[in-house]
T-cell receptor, first 113, second 115 residues
Framework: DAGVTQSPTHLIKTRGQQVTLRCSPK?????VSWYQQALGQGPQFIFQYYEEEERQRGNFPDRFSGHQFPNYSSELNVNALLLGDSALYLC????????????FGPGTRLTVT | AQTVTQSQPEMSVQEAETVTLSCTYD???????LFWYKQPPSRQMILVIRQEAYKQQNATENRFSVNFQKAAKSFSLKISDSQLGDTAMYFC????????????FGPGTRLSVLP
């Protein structure tokens, strides 16, 4: 049983560019959450997708957007990249109902130069 | 807003010894879950243990146990018989049931197990 997978593993972008990160949830999971983890800090919640809609959103600007596909996989898009967007981006999956555990992927390390 | 505090940025313990990591949180809600996650250098977050707020009994998973003090809003993790593979960042996380499954994480404690 494959766990949560994310691609790419590493990414280097230039300020002002746009980036798309991808996540496939664990088998049987229908909810995907995205987190930003700056170096040396705990993860910060960006948003959560359930039934192809954004269900909750953390305190992140509109430059951060996402999408969930019918197969429950998800994308995180970041526009107009800033140096401060450099971080590890974690995807976590869970079921929408009744199971309060999130399974995390290995993350995508984004570096903005 | 909910906050999670971990007051020990770094800790070390000798192999086979016991160590306790501290966590406090702030919330006005009564229905919530608390978690400890481990993040090794490989960076994948792994669930260590979970505690439901409505359960009086402290959760236990093999060598890992918690001391949940609801009135004090404290949730510490005890690791017994520490092993070299326990070396990692440990994050305490809080989730309110009412608002869904977004977790609020603490800043983490870096634990080093020394041979």
């Amino acid at each position: 049983d494959a766990g949560v997978t994310q691609s790419p593993t590493h990414l280097i972008k230039t300020r002002g560019q746009q980036v798309t990160l991808r996540c496939s949830p664990k088998s049987g999971h229908d909810t995907v959450s995205w987190y930003q983890q700056a170096l040396g800090q705990g993860p910060q919640f960006i948003f959560q997708y359930y039934e192809e809609e954004e269900r909750q959103r953390g305190n992140f600007p509109d430059r951060f957007s996402g999408h969930q596909f019918p197969n429950y996989s998800s994308e995180l898009n970041v526009n107009a990249l800033l140096l401060g967007d450099s971080a590890l981006y974690l995807c976590a999956s869970s079921t929408g109902q009744g199971v309060y555990e999130q399974y995390f992927g290995p993350g995508t390390r984004l570096t903005v130069t | 807003a909910q906050t999670v505090t971990q007051s020990q940025p770094e800790m070390s313990v000798q192999e086979a010894e016991t160590v306790t990591l501290s966590c406090t949180y702030d919330t006005s809600e009564s229905n919530y879950y608390l978690f400890w996650y481990k993040q090794p250098p490989s960076r994948q977050m792994i669930l260590v243990i979970r505690q439901e707020a409505y359960k009086q009994q402290n959760a236990t998973e093999n060598r890992f146990s918690v001391n949940f003090q609801k009135a004090a809003k404290s949730f510490s993790l005890k690791i017994s018989d520490s092993q070299l593979g326990d070396t990692a960042m440990y994050f305490c996380a809080f989730m309110e049931v009412l608002y869904g499954q977004n977790f609020v994480f603490g800043p983490g404690t870096r634990l080093s197990v020394l041979p």
